[in-house]
């Protein structure tokens, strides 16, 4: 167990819907990321938030909107999304943005 | 980003085999960390390795960082099926990872 939690597992959602993925660490750690993992792609960064405070968004579409409330929570609100969205979305988390991740099991996203 | 690149891309062989991925860069990283992700799990760190030079060994895996800093090498020993699935090199800068594409290997039995 990586401590890492992600909801759901699977999403299928259209084109015109809004859903939120859901990270969870129970770690303690300070940092939390959210990565996009495509097929034969490196894993891509798309967002780190340190103390809750957002420290780095990598030119990431505003359809995808992270909000942090606390050092525990991380969720990614999708909205109007295309199907080249569809990946798998990691949670990671991390003592005070110290290299070493622990990553979620991710979400599953597939956009018709 | 820093670059990282993978090889090979895909990886079969027979159990009891020994298997080598390697991970390169044109940039020095301060430290570089391999993970293995399994189907429908996010990645897990295996190890970081820190020093030029340096080799790290974790039961039948060994693990190497170039001497520059900017390349590393897994080398698994007698593979078995349980050592199938998506190894990630991870070089870091400033508190900063850099993703490889990954290597998918297969263990047949």
């Known amino acids: 167990e990586t401590g890492v939690t992600q909801t759901p597992r699977h999403l299928v959602m259209g084109m015109t819907n809004k859903k939120s993925l859901k990270c969870e660490q129970h770690?303690?750690?300070?940092?939390m990321y959210w990565y996009k993992q495509s097929a034969k792609k490196p894993l891509e960064l798309m967002f780190v938030?340190?103390?809750?405070?957002?420290?780095e968004n990598n030119s990431v579409p505003s359809r995808f909107s992270p909000e942090c409330p606390n050092s525990s929570h991380l969720f990614l609100h999708l909205h109007t999304l295309q199907p080249e969205d569809s990946a798998l979305y990691l949670c990671?988390?991390?003592?005070?943005?110290?290299?070493?991740?622990?990553f979620g099991p991710g979400t599953r996203l597939l956009v018709l | 980003t820093q670059l990282l690149e993978q090889s090979p891309q895909f990886l079969s062989i027979q159990e009891g085999e020994n298997l080598t991925v390697y991970c390169n860069s044109s940039?020095?990283?301060?430290?570089l960390q391999w993970y293995r992700q399994e189907p429908g799990e996010g990645p897990v760190l295996l190890v970081t390795?820190?020093?030029?030079?340096e080799v790290k060994k974790l039961k039948r895996l060994t693990f190497q960082f170039g001497d520059a800093r900017k390349d590393s090498s897994l080398h698994i020993t007698a593979a078995q099926p349980g050592d199938t699935g998506l190894y990630l090199c991870a070089g870091e800068d400033d508190y900063k990872l850099s993703f490889g594409a990954g290597t998918t290997v297969t263990v047949r039995a």
């Open positions: 990671a988390s991390s003592p005070q943005g110290r290299e070493t991740q622990y």
């Open positions: 390795v820190v020093t030029g030079g």
């Open positions: 938030y340190n103390f809750k405070e957002q420290t």
């Open positions: 940039s020095v990283f301060s430290s």
């Open positions: 770690l303690g750690h300070n940092a």
